[in-house]
T-cell receptor, first 117, second 118 residues
Framework: AQKVTQAQTEISVVEKEDVTLDCVYETRDTTYYLFWYKQPPSGELVFLIRRNSFDEQNEISGRYSWNFQKSTSSFNFTITASQVVDSAVYFCALSEGASGGYNKLIFGAGTRLAVHP | EAQVTQNPRYLITVTGKKLTVTCSQNMNHEYMSWYRQDPGLGLRQIYYSMNVEVTDKGDVPEGYKVSRKEKRNFPLILESPSPNQTSLYFC?????????????????FGAGTRLSVL
């Protein structure tokens, strides 16, 4: 069965600290996609990254980086030198694709990140 | 500007009073979907549509209806709302690529509708 687990419910850090948000997923498909979304206090969902199951290369975008490890079924997200504007709820999501499925996104419960000045 | 528009953004209603949340996209996307977000549960899919007149249930369809009469619109209907439908609702859309999958698997989300049923 498909499942996404974000074990950290809430994380609190002080500005400029590095923080890693954990995501562990379960799927039987060999082709799948993993995502991170940000939900700021205003409530909208902001797409951050998509990664397909055949691409284990880590990615860095400014202060954001993602570590995808199929061996541990993890897709962790690190924010370097955190800022107050990073305060939000972050969702990890999974979509199974090869079987022509209906494109459902399976979300984790989310991690609330609070960055304090 | 490419966008998914939901209305209303906020809604307070009473048990049993029928309501409709509208969703419209201007990207000519075939695929549209509704999710609800609840604390500790993340987002869960309610219904989805692969194209006009083609809709199907997601994981939590009970108490909801949808219709897809036009490509751009995908309204969510609550015929008799109950307090357990108090939630944050998101509409999403995506372009279909090959084999019925969303192109590049990227879906675009609306800003959300916060519904309270008293």
């Amino acid at each position: 069965a498909q499942k996404v687990t974000q074990a950290q419910t809430e994380i609190s850090v002080v500005e400029k600290e590095d923080v890693t948000l954990d995501c562990v997923y379960e799927t039987r498909d060999t082709t799948y996609y993993l995502f991170w979304y940000k939900q700021p206090p205003s409530g909208e969902l902001v797409f951050l990254i998509r990664r397909n199951s055949f691409d284990e290369q880590n990615e860095i975008s400014g202060r954001y980086s993602w570590n995808f490890q199929k061996s541990t079924s993890s897709f962790n997200f690190t924010i370097t030198a955190s800022q107050v504007v990073d305060s939000a709820v972050y969702f990890c999501a999974l979509s199974e694709g090869a079987s022509g499925g209906y494109n459902k996104l399976i979300f984790g419960a989310g991690t609330r990140l609070a960055v304090h000045p | 500007e490419a966008q998914v528009t939901q209305n209303p953004r906020y809604l307070i209603t009473v048990t049993g009073k029928k309501l409709t949340v509208t969703c419209s996209q201007n990207m000519n996307h075939e695929y549209m979907s509704w999710y609800r977000q609840d604390p500790g549960l993340g987002l869960r899919q309610i219904y989805y549509s692969m194209n006009v007149e083609v809709t199907d249930k997601g994981d939590v369809p009970e108490g909801y209806k949808v219709s897809r009469k036009e490509k751009r619109n995908f309204p969510l209907i609550l015929e008799s709302p109950s307090p357990n439908q108090t939630s944050l609702y998101f509409c999403a859309s995506g372009r279909l690529g090959g084999q019925g999958t969303v192109a590049k698997n990227i879906q675009y989300f609306g800003a959300g509708t916060r519904l309270s049923v008293l």
